[in-house]
């Protein structure tokens, strides 16, 4: 996996992180059982803070995307295969959600157009173009 | 004027050839310590401070070859490689603050997203140990302890600690646990930490190139290589350290020409190694070359990070946990001096350089 942050960027660094590894995961390029770089080898390739990973590992690891072990490190365990979400995960995200698709109809993007892209974002993840199946 | 100041003139032919050679061995998104875009990377600026820097150079390596050959004496070829590496330090500086001026004024950044890049593979499938590589060091230190252990009655009652320039040695110690295994404790130390340092290097610090699709590619070729080489250095320290324990031990005494030639082989296949992977590799394996490659001109760009390497020179950056980081001008690599256990590896250094010639004076 490659991992690109932006030093300059108004997002923090460990949300960069945190938010690049759900993307990863979400285009199949992480599974769950892969592992991901000790905080200090990442934290060194990176040249950033190692406390600045530590908080993104933290934050993936409340999320229920990865467990961290003392002798494992990191290491994903969840995945589009895993099954359906757990408890209110769903209800917690349309929340999140509302607020970007409020901002782009606010914006003055259609409902068609956000549509369109939204669509576009879910058949670029492989687990996530079989809309219909699904619904 | 004579054969001695000639072989002695090599290193300094050596140091200005690598002088000169120095800023085409290193990434072209930072040429003479600056930070540019990919597609600056032939700037004007910049071809015209390489010519410029090359032209003082290759000045330079003439007027210290000349020197030291025409002084007659080995002691001038040190001296000539200093002047060497101290005058290319101003050399540098000068085109590092002329192409830093014209990035500056022409704002070569502006309106680039800037990103630091890291691929996990590099960790989570590390390159592996070269073992075999290793075999030679520890043959030959494993058979410098087997052969001291076996002879130690067979040894003279008296041996010869210090050669002099004719190898005719010129100082003896009565033979002891010390005077018998110092140099044999000496080459198990050396060759520990050569392999520790290829262990090291092979899992230092990635700075990849965001705008090469291939630069965890060169990162790997780049360690696997400095491992190597480091693992053939400590082949030919061990076998250096064998040759001078069995003049020592007075065991075995080779024919003129074998003697000869143990003095000579390690240094120069240790030396020509390091040429190889000097300018084969070249810095992170910027020159490696690979099918495929394609010079970014995108809008995303590697962070200005200009300002972490003090004087183009020092690595400051408390916030990063790496010790060893990669070299700005030039192949290895430097030492990132806002981390304490730099200051302790340098005070380390320091205190063997002051307590080696007083543990060797009671050896005596």
């Not at chain 1, 109809?105 to 492989?126: H, K, N």
């Not at chain 2, 058979?143 to 190898?167: C, E, K, N, Q, W």
Request: proline share 7%; aromatic share 6%; net charge positive.
């Amino acid at each position: 996996m490659i991992l690109v942050v932006e030093t300059d960027s108004e997002v923090p660094l460990y949300q960069q992180l945190r938010d690049r590894v759900v993307e990863a995961i979400a285009e199949g390029s992480l599974r769950s059982g892969d592992s991901l770089p000790a905080t200090r080898q990442l934290a060194a390739d990176l040249g950033i803070n190692m406390h600045t990973v530590n908080k993104a590992y933290d934050l993936l690891r409340r999320e229920g995307l990865i467990r961290l072990g003392r002798r494992t490190g990191a290491v994903v365990i969840r995945d589009a295969g895993v099954g359906p979400p757990a408890g209110d995960v769903a209800e917690r995200w349309e929340a999140r959600a509302h607020t970007l698709l409020a901002e782009a109809v606010a914006m003055g993007l259609s409902g068609a157009e956000i549509q369109r892209r939204c669509q576009a974002i879910l058949e670029g993840f492989p687990a996530g173009s079989d809309l219909e199946s699904r619904s | 004027m004579n054969d001695v100041s000639l072989v002695s003139a090599i290193p300094v032919v050596l140091i200005g050839v690598l002088q000169w050679l120095r800023p085409a061995l290193v990434p072209p998104t930072i040429p003479f310590g600056v930070r540019v875009p990919r597609d600056h990377a032939d700037a004007p600026v910049v071809l015209a401070q390489r010519r410029r820097y090359r032209l003082a150079v290759a000045a330079l390596t003439v007027v210290a070859t000349a020197a030291a050959v025409l002084a007659g004496t080995p002691a001038a070829a040190p001296v000539a490689v200093g002047a060497e590496l101290l005058v290319g330090v101003p050399l540098y500086l000068h085109a590092r603050a002329r192409i830093t001026a014209v990035k500056t004024e022409e704002r070569w950044f502006a309106g680039r997203r800037q990103v630091t890049v890291a691929d996990t593979s590099l960790r989570t499938d590390p390159p592996r140990y070269p073992w075999p590589w290793a075999l030679p060091a520890v043959v030959l230190t494993a058979a410098t302890v087997v052969i001291g252990a076996l002879d130690y009655s067979r040894m003279p009652a008296s041996l010869a600690v210090h050669f002099g320039p004719s190898g005719r040695p010129d100082r003896w110690a009565a033979k002891s646990l010390a005077s018998a295994y110092g140099p044999v404790l000496a080459q198990v130390a050396a060759t520990i930490l050569l392999l520790a340092v290829a262990g090291v290097a092979l899992r230092s610090r990635a700075q990849l190139d965001a705008e090469d699709p291939q630069a965890a590619t060169r990162h790997r070729g780049f360690v696997l290589a400095a491992a190597r080489a480091l693992l053939v250095l400590a082949g030919c320290t061990s076998l250096t350290f064998l040759a001078n324990a069995l003049d020592v031990w007075n065991l075995a005494v080779p024919p003129a020409p074998v003697r000869a030639a143990l003095n000579v082989v390690p240094t120069a296949l240790g030396g020509a190694v390091i040429l190889v992977v000097i300018i084969r590799i070249g810095q992170s394996g910027s020159r490696i070359r690979l099918a495929g490659t394609t010079a970014g001109r995108g809008t995303t760009v590697n962070r200005d990070d200009d300002r972490l390497y003090r004087l183009g020179l020092f690595y400051f950056n408390p916030d990063d946990p790496s010790v060893f980081v990669p070299k700005r001008f030039g192949v290895g690599w430097t030492l990132n001096v806002a981390r304490p256990v730099t200051w302790l590896i340098l005070g380390a250094v320091v205190a063997m350089g002051l307590i080696a010639p007083v543990v060797g004076a009671m050896t005596r």
